[in-house]
């Protein structure tokens, strides 16, 4: 990243700027879609998230940091999760037909355990857990978040530490509006 922003800084800190390439990874990754092409929309949809989290987390500071599961999520995203992904970035409707077909499918998200007994540690994401402190791992059962927890804890104190920072300073930052 340092070599983009040190080669395009006005489009780095320029978040209309990076709008517009969300855009257009939106339409290669719609297109990647249609093609049949879904390990280049996977790939799409990644650099899509890296952005997203970029724009929210540099630029306009709405977040306290990068929310890496959706990245690892949109790598290994089953159908369904990548043409809801794209259908809701456009503005057209050629993903309908292929959102017909595959909402079925379900979505599926992977637990953060690496000793997950799972295959890839892949479970259903409506059935998933996560940590409520941080709120950035997830995990298939109690028993995959237990045992992770000796790996989780110290990046866990982290994250939420610096996640209450972030929303003491976004309630300073608004009660500082209110007053004005």
């Given amino acids: 990243m340092a070599a983009v922003e040190e080669k395009y800084p006005e489009v780095l800190h320029d978040s209309s700027?990076?709008?517009?390439?969300?855009?257009?990874?939106?339409?290669?990754?719609?297109?990647?879609?249609?093609?049949?092409?879904?390990?280049d929309a996977r790939t799409t949809s990644a650099m899509i998230v890296v952005f997203e989290e970029f724009i929210a987390f540099?630029?306009?500071?709405?977040?306290?940091?990068?929310?890496?599961?959706?990245?690892?999520?949109?790598?290994?995203?089953?159908?369904?999760?990548?043409?809801?992904?794209?259908?809701?970035?456009?503005?057209?409707?050629c993903l309908d037909k292929k959102h017909q077909e595959v909402k079925s499918i379900k979505k599926m998200g992977f637990c953060n355990n690496d000793k997950c007994p799972l295959p890839g540690g892949k479970v259903e994401r409506s059935k998933m857990l996560y940590c409520t402190r941080c709120s950035v791992a997830y995990y298939c059962s109690r028993d995959c978040q237990v045992t992770h927890w000796s790996d989780h804890r110290e990046a866990c104190k982290e994250r939420a530490e610096r996640n209450a920072k972030f929303e003491q300073e976004m309630r300073i930052r608004d009660q500082n509006q209110n007053s004005m």
């Fill in 58 to 93: 540099k630029l306009h500071k709405t977040k306290a940091g990068a929310h890496t599961q959706k990245l690892m999520e949109m790598v290994i995203a089953d159908d369904h999760t990548l043409v809801s992904f794209f259908r809701k970035r456009i503005t057209c409707s």
């Fill in 17 to 39: 700027k990076m709008k517009h390439i969300l855009s257009y990874f939106s339409t290669v990754g719609t297109d990647h879609i249609l093609n049949g092409d879904d390990d």
